[in-house]
């Protein structure tokens, strides 16, 4: 005597969703009826998810209207990570028999051996690569515009940059390039990939909301039974680009300082424009170093004392001076000594990128070393 | 023979509630089924009703057997190919599923209708 199994089994359909992964989870019977359904939840997952994984592990009857709705699904959509969990026996035969080229994981992998060993390693390397923190994009081998073609990105790269998977794919990684990158540092890489050297770098790279951020990669020739791709591995370095600037810039400070006290505040003046060009990689600046009531003027210095003012008590002062141009002032007084920089010729980008309470810092540090 | 369905003017829609129809007649026999059963017997079903819809719904006559369960459609095919289709080919999969999942499948063809019978076990 048989216990029907089918009298609890109508299709549920569990969708936890993310930007980086989607899960979709099929408990039931899958009907014909319920194709057109599935298939526009997939394809919205497939669309707006880095990855997609299609958790099987309660699935009942499997047939060819499932398999249907994920060809369906598929049809329009370019992205390639689709991923099975944990399917019935005889749903592995519906897949092998489709043909779909879908990777399916089972998570029994825990045998003993070599992890090359393991039926389950191919896909332990995938999942080490979508669930890694850092970002990685391969792309086709071709350097000439449009080239190279984005075929594959982690989940990682699209936090990083903001894209989706689907959005960009089969486009070309220039799209992340903007005003603020390094054009002498892309021929190098170019020279490098051309040689087939790995290339490791560090330039102003932008997100799709347009932000800037300071991207350090490293990108490698890989060769494949298809053909030849570019692997990148790319990190956020913002915050240590500037840690790093900013330590340099107070060094250049506390060196201009060791000079005898004639001479140090011009020095001091000087050191205070070569730190702000480091920190903000662009502008021209002015900066003095003065006691109250020594007063002179510059012709990049020249502003209203109001805005010192405002600068020295509330923070750095930004100046929109012309369409899209954008002056940096900041001000600090020690003692008797009153420190003034002004920074001209920045755009919007170059302010995104930079840490102003760096520049308040430094200002501070050249008032207190020229009071020494 | 423990039953008998005419499924009149069959439609895919309706694969569910015939299949279940058709389990819980089966609960009266010994045959165990499975997932891999119910999803074979489910494809056959929707062959059927596809096959019937296009000539325009004729009726499915389906009975299920102590040993074995029979789907009865119009074919315009003599013998069901039960290749598989490519990969890219959304419908025609059906019968190659039923003949994969459960192998103690035979067909036989007559008078402008085939029968599929499934073995059970």
New interface residues.
């Given amino acids: 005597?048989?216990?029907?199994?089918?009298d609890a089994h109508s299709l549920s359909i569990a969708v936890d969703g993310a930007p980086a992964r989607t899960r979709i989870r099929l408990t039931g019977?899958f009907?014909?009826?319920h194709r057109l359904l599935f298939t526009e939840i997939l394809r919205g997952a497939l669309k707006t998810s880095a990855i997609t994984e299609l958790d099987l592990s309660r699935a009942?009857?499997?047939?060819?209207?499932a398999?249907?709705a994920i060809?369906?699904a598929r049809r329009d959509v370019e992205q390639p990570t689709l991923v099975i969990r944990n399917p019935?026996?005889?749903i592995v035969?519906?897949l092998e028999?489709?043909?779909?080229?879908i990777p399916v994981d089972t998570e029994d992998a825990d045998e003993p051996g070599l992890p090359s060993s393991r039926p389950g390693y191919d896909q332990l390397i995938a999942r080490s690569v979508t669930s890694g923190r850092e970002a990685m994009c391969i792309t086709t081998d071709e350097l000439d515009s449009p080239g190279p073609e984005i075929v594959y990105v982690n989940p990682a790269f699209c936090a990083l940059t903001g894209y989706s998977a689907n959005e960009i794919i089969g486009q070309s990684p220039r799209v992340l390039q903007g005003a603020l990158t390094d054009r002498v540092m892309l021929d190098r890489l170019r020279a490098q990939l051309e040689q087939r050297e790995t290339f490791h770098g560090e330039t102003v790279n932008y997100r799709k909301d347009g932000a800037p951020f300071f991207m350090n990669w490293k990108i490698t020739a890989v060769d494949a039974d298809d053909g030849r791709y570019f692997v990148a591995h790319q990190i956020d370095a913002t915050t240590s680009v500037r840690a790093t600037r900013n330590v340099a810039a107070t060094a250049l400070l506390r060196d201009a300082a060791d000079h005898g006290e004639h001479e140090r505040n011009q020095r001091l003046a000087d050191a205070l424009v070569a730190a702000h060009h480091m920190l903000l990689g662009a502008g021209s600046v002015g900066s003095e170093i003065t006691a109250a009531d020594t007063r002179r003027s510059g012709d990049t210095i020249d502003r209203s004392p109001a805005v010192y003012e405002r600068a020295r008590d509330s923070g750095p002062e930004i100046i929109e001076s012309d369409l899209h141009a954008f002056e940096l002032i900041v001000s600090a007084d020690i003692d008797s000594r009153e420190v003034r920089v002004v920074v001209t010729g920045l755009t919007s980008d170059h302010l995104k990128l930079t840490a102003l309470d760096d520049h308040v810092g430094l200002v501070r540090l050249a008032a207190s070393l020229a009071v020494g | 023979m423990i039953e008998h369905f005419e499924w009149e003017t069959p439609h895919?829609?309706e694969?569910?509630t015939v299949?279940?129809q058709i389990?819980?007649a089966?609960?009266a026999?010994?045959?165990?089924?499975?997932?891999?059963f119910?999803?074979a017997l489910?494809?056959l079903l929707?062959n059927a009703a596809e096959a019937s819809t296009e000539a325009e719904r004729e009726t499915v006559l389906i009975e299920v057997h102590d040993t074995h369960v029979t789907v009865t459609n119009h074919s315009s095919t003599e013998v069901p190919d039960v290749a598989?289709p490519p990969?890219?080919a959304?419908?025609g999969?059906?019968l190659?599923?039923v003949a994969?999942?459960w192998p103690q499948t035979s067909w036989l063809a007559s008078d402008g209708q085939i029968t599929a019978r499934m073995e059970l076990r």
Avoid: K, W, Y
Wanted: with cysteine.
């Fill in positions: 005597m048989t216990t029907p199994r089918h019977d009907e014909p009826s009942g009857v499997f047939g060819s209207a398999v249907a060809v369906d019935a026996p005889h035969t519906v028999i489709s043909n779909l080229d | 895919i829609d694969v569910r299949r279940h389990l819980d089966m609960s026999s010994p045959a165990q089924t499975d997932c891999t119910e999803t489910s494809e929707t598989v990969a890219d959304i419908r999969r059906g190659a599923f994969a999942l």
